[in-house]
């Protein structure tokens, strides 16, 4: 056995029952519109199905690469952005070595850079869950190989302070990546600085406001010299021809998920004014598609609400014991979501 994984237990993500109210992953809540599909299983049918997608996801990156403005060899496609931040750690950090990442944060860059064997530094957000000082101590900025940051951040749902993400990138000898998982809803990128700062890369999925997480598609931005060691790392065929295809026909029609998205921050509002208007609850600021909610007893209120077919995160790690997480759903699931946090007020859930 790898010794690296003493301790470690399968990540086990939460099935999505038919029924359910999934507002425990982020996801985005609508389904893929009629007239996406339709071109999709145009797509499908022209597919080679026999032979090996083509490896380098060329066709995909150079339809990215019109969006964004960047050359395709600044462009890698990955099985979901998962697979790039393990190929990040493949290709930048040697066993003992250190990657920051702040806490709390998205687990995947902890578990997978314990994988490899690499030291992690787990650097405390402050009280309003921002960065503070310490993410500026200049050792690590010399030594560390590789420093995480979703940006908003994953679970706490904040965009950091600007300012010291750009005197981390500034400074840092390693890689600095920025995840921006949640970019459609916060509508703030670091795009703009990748020519500036070689030693920045960005991460982009298709799985949230896109709303094609079945598909397994993300992207890593980056100066070519770091694409090409991506390239090494990655497995020939990493992204599978459906996926490309699929990530292809959403790209070319996503004006038709401009609507959902709209409605996604409207719902968020929503929520926040439900939330903030509750003596219990006390939802943190947000700038993507969820809110990490203080409440006084979680795992009652995760429990009432599954009972009632409503499905939220919770934590188990202590600086989030006393957290919920809920991704924003359908007007339809808001309203039920809204409905039973009345009747669990009604309830003496606090004890
Ligand atoms: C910050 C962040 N990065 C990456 C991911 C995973 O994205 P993907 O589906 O592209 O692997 C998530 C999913 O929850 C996330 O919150």
């Not at 994953?154 to 600007?162: D, V, Y």
Request: aromatic letters at 8%.
């Amino acid at each position: 056995m790898n010794p690296n994984l003493r301790g470690m237990r399968p990540y086990l993500p939460a099935p999505r029952l038919a029924g359910v109210i999934s507002l425990d992953a982020n996801e985005s809540p609508f389904d893929l519109p009629g007239s996406i599909r339709k071109k999709f299983l145009r797509k499908i049918r022209t597919l080679v199905f026999n032979r090996y997608p083509d490896g380098p996801s060329t066709e995909l990156r150079g339809a990215v690469g019109k969006r964004l403005g960047l050359r395709p060899d600044w462009i890698v496609a990955g099985n979901g952005s998962d697979e790039l931040i393990g190929c990040l750690i493949d290709a930048l950090v040697s066993p003992g070595e250190t990657v920051v990442v702040p806490d709390p944060t998205f687990v995947m860059y902890e578990r997978l850079a314990r994988i490899r064997g690499a030291r992690v530094v787990k650097l405390p957000l402050g009280e309003d869950f921002d960065l503070t000082e310490r993410f500026l101590d200049r050792k690590l900025l010399n030594t560390a190989r590789l420093w995480f940051f979703a940006y908003p951040n994953n679970p706490t749902a904040n965009c950091f302070s600007e300012k010291i993400l750009r005197e981390i990138l500034r400074r840092a000898r390693g890689i600095v990546v920025i995840d921006e998982a949640y970019v459609d809803f916060s509508g703030r990128t670091f795009l703009p600085l990748l020519r500036k700062y070689p030693n920045l890369v960005i991460l982009r999925t298709f799985s949230k406001a896109l709303g094609i997480a079945l598909g397994r598609v993300g992207l890593a931005l980056a100066h070519p010299n770091v694409t090409s060691l991506l390239n090494v790392v990655r497995l020939p065929y990493n992204l599978s021809g459906l996926g490309q295809a699929l990530a292809m026909t959403t790209l070319a029609s996503d004006h038709a998920l401009r609507k959902n998205i709209r409605t996604i921050l409207a719902e968020r509002d929503k929520l926040l004014r439900r939330l903030r208007s509750s003596p219990n609850l006390r939802p943190c600021r947000t700038d993507a598609n969820f809110v990490l909610v203080r409440a006084p007893n979680p795992k009652k209120l995760f429990e009432f609400l599954r009972a009632r077919g409503i499905l939220v995160k919770i934590f188990s790690e202590p600086r989030l014991a006393s957290h919920v997480r809920i991704t924003v759903g359908r007007p339809e699931e808001m309203r039920k979501l809204a409905r039973s946090l009345d009747q669990l007020e009604k309830t003496r859930w606090r004890a």
